[in-house]
């Protein structure tokens, strides 16, 4: 980018990208903060079928932008891949408008697809609106960071009081319009980032595919048929988990294939030797191949507290929807509404804990990355404690104060902020070059298991054959799992910090 491109320090494109993230936060977020309650009380789901329906759905989520960012690499460009996945995403909400389990199956599979090509895509367009070593980049991603989480503020504020108070079709018409504002933004500001590399469709994507078409439009039919997959996806939750651990099972195996190579490479280029000597190694090691393992290990801690963290949308929903007075001075807050005090805290702490990793590597005590991921357990084991605590304080209706979810989310979220923030950044640093972007899919991967397995655990909390409990019943149910799943995060977060040594030997020098 030339110097006629800034403005006050950043490129023209960022301020388009971060509008249009931040409005298809609000839209995914918006559908994503009424879904459960919309299947319990509107299509009268029980808790355990709801949970395993919310599962599959954000599981699929995570999973489609592996998909969605190849495609565009190879053959849509990013410019067109984000524009395919805003109008998917926008057709998605105004298809579950058709108040049918059938219609909503439908719209969730085009969310779905949608959000893989723009998910994936717009964070890439960002990182190439400057140039490598521009000293404005990790600012820039801050600043994009910053839409996203105005965007799920909005959405479990806005999109969550509209949905309940005046029916859950206002809700989901309301973030596909959030949605289409989004796609508008992104099209009239797309002269600001087009001299971006990758943007416009590739030679590839232009190339003939099948018989009249090129690969563009074989691509763009294609992922129309991914809609009716993801339905049945949805629907058959059970396959979905075999086929995510078997992709996770390959994937790791590569990773370790790819670490065992590059460590052969750098030998016989003689390189591995001065590699080892920055870290201040001397004993002839498999540099990459430990930290295939290491970062194996990091993605199954990431997937067991992710797991427990995406409560929030299924078994925490319900909780304060049943067991918490949600009454403030007379006006009583919507159940969904209580998922904004995560995005609102991300708001308030995410500048003081980026200046506090600073401040602590200048004195060199920033924790280790094993450290921090065994505070983030400890962090979140403490938020669902705070239920059981609160039950002393519980009315005649068996609903605990409202203070108890705002203090759970306070501790999930610094939680969250122990362990999110340097995940992408940690990929980066442990996987070589050539195999980056399988190690990143891996890691999306990681977050797809999470979501499919957090379900599962929310199922747990209904009554026999997964019927919705009422009263003392629930409030006994709620706290009791809560507490269960706080012994055993704090037993993991107490394993990985015993473990922190081993797996910093793993990662040879990365922090």
């Known amino acids: 980018m030339s110097d006629t491109d800034v403005k006050q320090g950043h490129p023209d494109g960022l301020m388009t990208l971060f509008f249009s993230e931040m409005w298809e936060r609000f839209c995914y977020y918006g559908m994503r903060?009424?879904?459960?309650?919309y299947l319990v009380k509107s299509l009268l789901k029980g808790d355990a079928e709801a949970s395993l329906i919310y599962g599959a759905y954000t599981a699929l989520v995570y999973a489609a932008p592996i998909l969605g960012g190849r495609m565009a690499d190879k053959y849509l460009g990013y410019r067109y891949a984000v524009l395919l996945g805003a109008i998917l995403m926008a057709l998605g909400e105004f298809i579950i408008l058709g108040g049918t389990e059938h219609m909503l199956l439908i719209g969730m599979g085009a969310l779905i697809v949608g959000n893989g090509y723009f998910k994936a895509n717009i964070s890439t367009i960002v990182g190439k609106l400057y140039k490598d070593g521009d000293p404005r980049r990790d600012s820039g991603f801050t600043i994009f960071y910053i839409g996203i989480n105005i965007g799920a503020f909005l959405a479990t504020t806005v999109v969550a009081y509209i949905?309940?108070?005046?029916?859950?079709?206002?809700?989901?018409?309301?973030?596909?319009?959030?949605?289409?504002?989004?796609?508008?933004?992104?099209?009239?500001?797309?002269?600001?980032?087009?001299?971006?590399?990758?943007?416009n469709i590739p030679e590839a994507g232009l190339a003939k595919a099948f018989g009249p078409l090129n690969w563009v439009q074989a691509v763009t039919l294609?992922?129309?048929?991914?809609?009716?997959?993801?339905?049945?996806?949805?629907?058959?939750?059970?396959?979905?988990?075999?086929?995510?651990?078997?992709?996770?099972?390959?994937?790791?195996?590569?990773?370790?294939?790819?670490?065992?190579?590059?460590d052969k490479e750098m030998m016989a280029k003689g390189e591995l030797d001065s590699l080892l000597k920055e870290n201040g190694e001397t004993q002839p090691k498999p540099v990459?191949?430990?930290?295939?393992?290491?970062?194996?290990?990091?993605?199954?801690?990431?997937?067991?507290?992710?797991?427990?963290?995406?409560?929030?949308?299924?078994?925490?929903?319900?909780?304060?929807?049943?067991?918490?007075?949600?009454?403030?001075?007379?006006?009583?807050?919507?159940?969904?509404?209580?998922?904004?005090?995560?995005?609102?805290?991300?708001?308030?702490?995410?500048?003081?804990?980026?200046?506090?990793?600073?401040?602590?590597?200048?004195?060199?005590?920033?924790?280790?990355?094993?450290?921090?991921?065994?505070?983030?357990?400890?962090?979140?084991?403490?938020?669902?404690?705070?239920?059981?605590?609160?039950?002393?304080f519980a009315n005649e209706a068996f609903q605990v104060p409202i203070l108890t979810v705002v203090f759970l989310y306070l501790f999930h979220t610094t939680g969250e902020l122990f362990i999110s923030p340097i995940g992408l950044s940690m990929v980066t640093k442990m996987a070589p070059k050539n195999i980056a972007g399988t190690a990143m899919g891996a890691w999306f991967l990681s977050f797809a298991m999470a979501n499919f397995t957090a379900g599962i655990i929310a199922s747990m909390t209904g009554g026999e054959g997964g019927v919705s409990l009422e009263g003392a019943e629930a409030l006994a149910k709620y706290?009791?799992?809560?507490?269960?799943?706080?012994?055993?995060?704090?037993?993991?977060?107490?394993?990985?910090?015993?473990?922190?040594?081993?797996?910093?030997?793993l990662m040879h020098g990365v922090d």
Request: contains cysteine; proline residues 4%; positive net charge.
């Open 288 to 392: 990459w191949k430990d930290r295939m393992f290491a970062l194996i290990i990091l993605m199954l801690v990431n997937i067991v507290f992710w797991a427990c963290f995406e409560q929030a949308g299924t078994s925490l929903t319900l909780f304060a929807d049943r067991n918490v007075d949600r009454l403030i001075f007379g006006w009583e807050m919507p159940a969904s509404m209580t998922q904004f005090f995560n995005p609102l805290f991300i708001v308030i702490f995410g500048s003081i804990f980026s200046v506090m990793w600073l401040k602590l590597s200048k004195i060199g005590k920033n924790p280790s990355i094993p450290v921090k991921f065994s505070l983030a357990f400890l962090q979140i084991a403490i938020g669902f404690l705070v239920t059981k605590a609160a039950l002393p």
């Open 33 to 37: 903060t009424l879904l459960t309650l």
């Open 222 to 262: 294609g992922s129309l048929l991914l809609v009716p997959a993801s339905y049945f996806l949805i629907k058959m939750s059970s396959a979905l988990g075999v086929i995510l651990v078997i992709l996770f099972i390959i994937i790791c195996v590569q990773l370790i294939m790819a670490g065992i190579k590059a």
């Open 479 to 505: 706290t009791d799992v809560f507490a269960t799943l706080a012994y055993a995060l704090l037993g993991i977060g107490l394993l990985i910090f015993l473990l922190n040594k081993p797996i910093q030997r």
């Open 163 to 199: 949905g309940e108070t005046y029916g859950f079709k206002y809700g989901f018409g309301l973030a596909g319009l959030g949605m289409l504002a989004g796609f508008f933004i992104f099209w009239s500001g797309r002269k600001n980032f087009e001299r971006a590399p990758g943007v």
